[in-house]
Nanobody, 122 residues
Framework: QVQLVESGGGLVQAGGSLRLSCAASRRLFSINSMNWYRQAPGKQRELVAT???????NYAEPVKGRFTISRDNAKNTVYLQMDSLKPEDTAVYYC????????????????WGQGTQVTVSS
């Protein structure tokens, strides 16, 4: 079983920065994508940023130019650098991975972290 553990959330003033980390408990055989989602109170969970196996990245429109997703394969860790934070960025942020834990898997699995709270004050 693969576990994802997020860290780095907290309280920050508008305009500030935070860096979230998501560490996998072990190396996966192959990863299709690693993603950051967020869910604000009363809203649906939304995709924020994606990094593909190729290294290509994609961002939701509200965070383009402010957030940066990256990874450190040696540490089995993905990061989300969040700059110029706004109150509307307040949410629980979740790490997600789609991949193959071992070479024997026929289909990729989805793994989720427990979430980390980000609160941006105005």
């Amino acid at each position: 079983q693969v576990q994802l553990v997020e860290s780095g959330g907290g309280l920050v003033q508008a305009g500030g920065s935070l860096r979230l980390s998501c560490a996998a408990s072990r190396r996966l055989f192959s990863i299709n994508s690693m993603n950051w989602y967020r869910q604000a109170p009363g809203k649906q969970r939304e995709l924020v940023a994606t990094i593909l196996r190729s290294g290509s990245t994609n961002y939701a429109e509200p965070v383009k130019g402010r957030f940066t997703i990256s990874r450190d394969n040696a540490k089995n860790t993905v990061y989300l650098q969040m700059d110029s934070l706004k109150p509307e960025d307040t949410a629980v942020y979740y790490c997600h991975c789609n991949g193959y834990a071992t070479s024997s898997r026929s289909w990729p699995d989805d793994y989720w972290g427990q979430g980390t709270q980000v609160t941006v004050s105005s």
